[in-house]
């Protein structure tokens, strides 16, 4: 109850990801007004994208450990669903607790043996192992191999999600869920340390703290996130397949991350935002200019995607948080 | 009972052909600053590794307290009581000198895998951070990042760090290296009222302060200790005036 209130402080604090949770809690009313619900599905999507990606960033942006395999935790949830589905297990909250379990299982040894490698090296052991789960996944021909398998939505015993509106708050109550988790976690005493080691492992070392320790323990909770965003995501899709472990999907967390800025909890979900009106608007954009390109929006995507990078110097939320310093700064003056 | 803090049994280590310590004995009290002074390349920054751990010796004893430590990484050293200051200044640059103090002090009183306690309003460790800051007169920075104090100011800083864990065996590597004068007597000073609380190992290439500061002196030269003992005895050993200190004309 007190880690309740505290963590309301806390969201007080960032008003940033306070205005995007409302502002998805708020957005299916928009939609039922103007009467697209399309929409709703495209927010859904984010939401779940931005989950993974905030799951990622607590090891990316705040331990400083760039894990290329993180989709694989995505994938694992998602078939946590499919698999139990299969052998007839129908709650929902069991499939959130097993993704969130063989999640945190398979983190904790891919972390323990990843973790001792530094720089390039880890990306390429995370990278391999997420590319041994996929063709896993890929030859597991029960399941579908290659083709996937479909999936039902589940039932979540008091709630079933016939209605598509109680999947989005469901997924909605997740993220927040996940957010205030996070923000607890890097305030507290755990997350300073992790962040210390980011900053300077040798010298945490020096303090008499095994770094390697709080990096597994990280990992593990990033790779729990992530499963839970996929448990959701096959909720969602009503179907899985490997592909949704592509390597290309790791990529594309990284890439929302960064587009959010890394050193800030609402930077994945400003991302995955911008990311997702990009996919959704820059083909358009393009056919309208050069009708044969327009599968190729990420020929534009690349040099905007450097140019945050560039100038803003930690991401989109950056901009943000300079703008909400000067107006808190004019507000002491004043 | 024996006031002998840290003893080394004749410890050897080459990288190849290169010897860096060559089969060196030496011992620091409780209360006592040990300096080991000697040219570059003598292997004074390697041995102080070998008894934090990031390096291993070939062959030879490490005992703290007693107790050997050959085998035990450098953290688990710095819980059984090692405390290191680093030659280049080895800060969290990203956080302010107040973190920097609370985040030892949250690693001295351990309870570390709290996922959900605050860590940067903690009254008890911010009255902590605030102790070891005042130990070494830095509590006028506290706000400020570690990476825009002065490079005199860090070096304090990278005492503070040292000694934040409340070290038996205080390693100092160099704490001076880079200071201006004023900041040298400054932090000489500081190092000479920690004294008593610690054994405390010293390696400085000012040679004031290992004249002021210490009660022995092992002089090295490449990897052998050519000379050991107080500092007159050091001041008036003819090898060592010739091998290190010059001849003073």
Known sequence: MQALKRSLEILKSSPALFILLLGFGLFPIYTSLVDLPFWNDVSMRIMLLGMAALGLNLVLGFGGMVSFGHAAFIGIGAYSVGISQFYGIDNGWLHILFALLFCAAIGLVIGFLALRTKGIYFIMITLAFAQMLYFFFVSLEVFGGDDGMGVDRAEFLIIDLWDPLRLYYLIWMALFAVCLLLLLIINSRFGVILQGIKDNESRIEAMGLSALRFKIIAYVLSAAVCGLAGALFANWQEYVSPDIMHWSRSGELMIVIVLGGLSYIAGPLIGAIVFFLLEEFLPEFLYFIAPDYSENWMIIFGPMLIAVVLFTKGGLMAIFDQLHRRITRRQDTT | ?249
Do not use: W
Not at chain 2, 96 to 105: C, D, F, M, P, R
């Open chain 2, 1 to 249: 009972m024996t006031k002998v803090s840290l003893e080394l049994k004749d410890i050897s280590k080459s990288y190849g052909a290169l010897r860096a310590s060559h089969k060196l004995c030496l011992s620091v009290n409780k209360g006592e600053i040990h300096a080991l002074i000697g040219p570059n390349g003598a292997g004074k920054t390697t041995l102080i590794k070998q008894i934090y751990g990031s390096e291993q010796p070939d062959s030879g004893q490490i005992l703290l307290n007693g107790e050997l430590i050959n085998n035990t990484s450098p953290s688990v050293r710095v819980r059984k009581g090692i405390g290191r200051s680093f030659q280049i200044s080895n800060v969290l640059l990203g956080f302010t000198v107040l973190q920097n103090a609370l985040i030892a002090e949250l690693a001295r009183k351990g309870k570390v895998f709290r996922f959900f306690s605050p860590a940067f309003s903690d009254p008890s460790l911010l009255t902590g951070a605030s102790d070891i800051l005042g130990k070494v007169g830095l509590l006028h920075q506290s706000e400020k990042l570690a990476a825009e104090i002065s490079h005199g100011e860090r070096r304090l800083l990278e005492l503070a760090l040292a000694i934040a864990t409340n070290p038996q065996l205080l390693l100092l590597d160099e704490p001076l290296a880079g200071a201006g004068a004023e900041e040298s007597r400054h932090i000489t000073s500081i190092i000479e009222t920690l004294k008593s609380q610690h054994a405390t190992l010293l390696i400085e290439h000012d040679m004031d302060a290992v004249f002021k500061l210490a009660d022995r002196i092992t002089v090295l030269v490449e990897g052998k200790t050519i000379a050991s003992g107080t500092p007159d005895e050091i001041s008036n050993n003819s090898v060592v005036r010739n091998a290190y200190l010059g001849d003073g004309d």
